[in-house]
């Protein structure tokens, strides 16, 4: 720079010498901007995702390299009772758990839209299940759900709902009750504050035209509000549907799939043949079927997003 | 706001909000009497005639010191924080420069190279863990913190590239303009004029992608075996139950104490969280 200085008029040297060229060309400077998310999510998505794949054509156990043996896993899962279980396990719960989040998750978003005292700090608790970290929590349901010492059975008891025990997780239809009690209580913070941010982009005013014309509020709903929601539940419903069905955490650490594998999802049974036995091709085969399941949900949501915002 | 009689206050907002909050919070309330109950009262059985849920009269600190004297806590709320930390600086500092690039630069393929990138935030983590564990062993990673370091990122990234793609898009294109002609270089001009003017959507992008990375748990618990390299999570879940025994004062304080951190992180800034949450569901 000093030399430029000397040897050029000082308007010469301010405009040209002060930028380096390259980066000046927008193509240029894109792609070096992308450069590092494209080599992190090159390695360690589209990679493992390769892997994964021809990890689930051989027969790889841990520490044995495998050889090809084309679709046997997949052939092996099409006939293995404990998968078809995982498929009609991973689909209730993903249903029930939706219709119960957005059902809720709704109704909280429609309580915290109304002014009143203390609504920033009640809205700020109502986060909590979302923030803290879903195992540690998931430990105080379980501890809750406990068989001999369950504070819930205590509480029911007390109020005349149950005559003798309840064992929550000993039970299939009972744990996956409880998983899903669980999911739902974590989930409906995320829906209830969406929804809540999507209440309040919708004018207020559309509701008093509608109360001036004589709309009872159940009219006012369903007619102005859940119409101009539709968008943000559909982008809303999307993520959870894929997070739920997806999940891990919560069935690990309540009942580790069981009992007799009441409650497996395909990522708990993934993990379980995968690492805790040690089929590592037929844990990614597990897994990777959730791939397909997942896709055609985004698609079907995505194009229905579509529809409904060009509507 | 709400119409009507008082009664119709209390059935329609007040009872179902208060409700809401029980159901939410309850427990949390249960981890916190757990921690400070002594074992006498924690194991008696809820049938037994002086079972007092609710509230205890002995409070003990034995779960907290047993959790510092026995067990590693203290060094996995060490190794959490630090990845955590390391990995949301990283996606940050990527999502960041990738945000801007497809937001305010023209270039080929940048609507499909944003498609691909909203893609590949909907890969969840069950669905690579296998094949990524196999990755982590033959780079030599496993074990260590670098491997959740450089895999954190991968869904970090998208959806901070995402949120930032919409701050970037509200930046007037004039602001940048001048700022070219008075000599800035485009580099200048992202570096000086744009990124500081998105300081808002880059601390909800932290602050989100903080919270997401101290909740992760299925890559810590694949990738990491030794108990000094553990997460809180994974620490909690491997060191404090033993066999069907589960030791409930120091998992119930460990889950306290390992939430902690978080909260404190959350509630400096739940502004931000919160305009992260529903700006990356928007988009």
């Given at each position: 720079m000093a030399v430029a200085a000397s040897t050029s008029t000082p308007q010469r040297v301010i405009v040209p010498k002060a930028k380096w060229r390259p980066l000046e060309n927008e193509r240029n400077l894109a792609w070096l901007l992308l450069l590092p998310t494209m080599v992190l999510l090159g390695l360690f998505i589209a990679y493992p995702f390769m892997?994964?794949?021809?990890?689930?054509?051989?027969?790889?156990?841990?520490?044995?390299?495998?050889?090809?043996?084309?679709?046997?896993?997949?052939?092996?899962?099409?006939?293995?009772?404990?998968?078809?279980?995982?498929?009609?396990?991973?689909?209730?719960?993903?249903?029930?758990?939706?219709?119960?989040?957005?059902?809720?998750?709704?109704?909280?978003?429609?309580?915290?839209?109304?002014?009143?005292?203390?609504?920033?700090?009640?809205?700020?608790?109502?986060?909590?299940?979302?923030?803290i970290p879903t195992v540690l929590s998931t430990f105080a349901w379980k501890w809750m759900f406990d068989p001999t010492f369950s504070v819930l059975n205590w509480m029911l008891y007390q109020t005349g709902l149950i005559r003798g025990a309840i064992n929550w997780l000993g039970d299939g239809d009972l744990a996956m009750l409880s998983i899903i009690i669980v999911n739902i209580w974590r989930g409906v913070p995320f829906f209830a504050i969406s929804l809540l941010a999507g209440l309040q982009t919708i004018s207020p005013d559309l509701n008093e035209a509608a109360a001036i014309d004589g709309a009872r509020p159940w009219q006012r709903f369903?007619?102005?509000?859940?119409?101009?929601?539709?968008?943000?539940?559909?982008?809303?419903?999307?993520?959870?549907?894929?997070?739920?069905?997806?999940?891990?955490?919560?069935?690990?650490?309540?009942?580790?799939?069981?009992?007799?594998?009441?409650?497996?999802?395909?990522?708990?049974?993934?993990?379980?043949?995968?690492?805790?036995?040690?089929?590592?091709?037929?844990?990614?085969?597990?897994?990777?079927?959730?791939?397909?399941?997942?896709?055609?949900?985004?698609?079907?949501?995505?194009?229905?997003?579509?529809?409904?915002?060009?509507? | 706001?709400?119409?009507?009689?008082?009664?119709?206050?209390?059935?329609?907002?007040?009872?179902?909000?208060?409700?809401?909050?029980?159901?939410?919070?309850?427990?949390?309330?249960?981890?916190?009497?757990?921690?400070?109950?002594?074992?006498?009262?924690?194991?008696?059985?809820?049938?037994?005639?002086?079972?007092?849920?609710?509230?205890t009269w002995n409070p003990t600190l034995d779960h907290i010191k047993y959790l510092f004297r026995e067990t590693m806590f203290a060094t996995w709320l060490w190794n959490t924080m630090f990845i955590a930390t390391a990995s949301t600086i990283i996606s940050l500092i990527c999502g960041v420069l990738a945000g801007y690039a497809l937001a305010r630069l023209n270039f080929p393929f940048a609507g499909s190279l944003g498609t691909g990138i909203f893609i590949t935030y909907l890969v969840p983590q069950t669905l690579l863990f296998i094949p990524l564990s196999e990755i982590i062993r033959n780079y030599k990673l496993g074990d260590t913190p670098w491997s959740l370091i450089l895999t954190y990122p991968t869904f970090l990234i998208p959806f901070c590239t995402w949120l930032m793609m919409g701050y970037f898009k509200a930046v007037p294109k004039e602001l940048e303009e001048c700022a070219r002609i008075d000599g800035a270089s485009r580099w200048q001009?992202?570096?000086?004029?744009?990124?500081?003017?998105?300081?808002?959507?880059?601390?909800?992008?932290?602050?989100?992608?903080?919270?997401?990375?101290?909740?992760?748990?299925?890559?810590?618990?694949?990738?990491?075996?030794?108990?000094?390299?553990?997460?809180?999570?994974?620490?909690?879940?491997?060191?404090?139950?033993?066999?069907?025994?589960?030791f409930w004062g120091p998992l119930m304080a460990g889950a306290l104490l390992g939430s902690i951190p978080v909260a404190i992180a959350y509630s400096f800034f739940v502004e931000h969280y919160v305009s992260g949450l529903t700006g990356s569901v928007k988009g």
């Amino acid at each position: 720079m000093a030399v430029a200085a000397s040897t050029s008029t000082p308007q010469r040297v301010i405009v040209p010498k002060a930028k380096w060229r390259p980066l000046e060309n927008e193509r240029n400077l894109a792609w070096l901007l992308l450069l590092p998310t494209m080599v992190l999510l090159g390695l360690f998505i589209a990679y493992p995702f390769m892997r994964g794949l021809l990890l689930s054509v051989t027969d790889t156990r841990v520490g044995v390299p495998g050889e090809f043996v084309g679709l046997d896993n997949f052939r092996r899962l099409a006939s293995d009772p404990i998968f078809h279980a995982v498929v009609w396990n991973t689909c209730w719960y993903t249903f029930v758990t939706t219709i119960f989040k957005l059902g809720l998750g709704l109704w909280l978003a429609l309580l915290l839209n109304r002014s009143f005292r203390f609504k920033a700090f009640t809205r700020a608790f109502i986060l909590l299940p979302f923030i803290i970290p879903t195992v540690l929590s998931t430990f105080a349901w379980k501890w809750m759900f406990d068989p001999t010492f369950s504070v819930l059975n205590w509480m029911l008891y007390q109020t005349g709902l149950i005559r003798g025990a309840i064992n929550w997780l000993g039970d299939g239809d009972l744990a996956m009750l409880s998983i899903i009690i669980v999911n739902i209580w974590r989930g409906v913070p995320f829906f209830a504050i969406s929804l809540l941010a999507g209440l309040q982009t919708i004018s207020p005013d559309l509701n008093e035209a509608a109360a001036i014309d004589g709309a009872r509020p159940w009219q006012r709903f369903w007619y102005i509000t859940w119409p101009l929601l539709l968008p943000v539940t559909m982008v809303v419903m999307l993520f959870s549907v894929i997070q739920t069905f997806a999940d891990f955490q919560i069935v690990y650490v309540m009942t580790g799939g069981g009992p007799a594998n009441a409650t497996h999802l395909f990522a708990t049974y993934a993990y379980q043949l995968g690492v805790g036995t040690g089929l590592l091709s037929q844990g990614a085969a597990v897994s990777l079927a959730m791939f397909p399941i997942l896709l055609l949900i985004v698609i079907i949501q995505l194009l229905y997003i579509r529809r409904v915002e060009v509507r | 706001m709400i119409e009507g009689a008082i009664w119709r206050r209390w059935v329609f907002f007040y009872i179902p909000l208060a409700l809401f909050l029980i159901f939410l919070l309850f427990p949390f309330y249960w981890m916190l009497i757990t921690t400070f109950r002594p074992d006498g009262e924690l194991y008696r059985p809820w049938r037994a005639a002086n079972y007092t849920p609710f509230w205890t009269w002995n409070p003990t600190l034995d779960h907290i010191k047993y959790l510092f004297r026995e067990t590693m806590f203290a060094t996995w709320l060490w190794n959490t924080m630090f990845i955590a930390t390391a990995s949301t600086i990283i996606s940050l500092i990527c999502g960041v420069l990738a945000g801007y690039a497809l937001a305010r630069l023209n270039f080929p393929f940048a609507g499909s190279l944003g498609t691909g990138i909203f893609i590949t935030y909907l890969v969840p983590q069950t669905l690579l863990f296998i094949p990524l564990s196999e990755i982590i062993r033959n780079y030599k990673l496993g074990d260590t913190p670098w491997s959740l370091i450089l895999t954190y990122p991968t869904f970090l990234i998208p959806f901070c590239t995402w949120l930032m793609m919409g701050y970037f898009k509200a930046v007037p294109k004039e602001l940048e303009e001048c700022a070219r002609i008075d000599g800035a270089s485009r580099w200048q001009a992202m570096l000086y004029i744009i990124i500081p003017v998105a300081i808002p959507g880059i601390l909800s992008a932290g602050i989100f992608a903080f919270t997401l990375s101290w909740n992760e748990f299925i890559y810590a618990l694949v990738f990491l075996s030794s108990p000094e390299q553990k997460t809180v999570p994974v620490g909690v879940v491997s060191e404090l139950i033993r066999g069907d025994v589960f030791f409930w004062g120091p998992l119930m304080a460990g889950a306290l104490l390992g939430s902690i951190p978080v909260a404190i992180a959350y509630s400096f800034f739940v502004e931000h969280y919160v305009s992260g949450l529903t700006g990356s569901v928007k988009g």
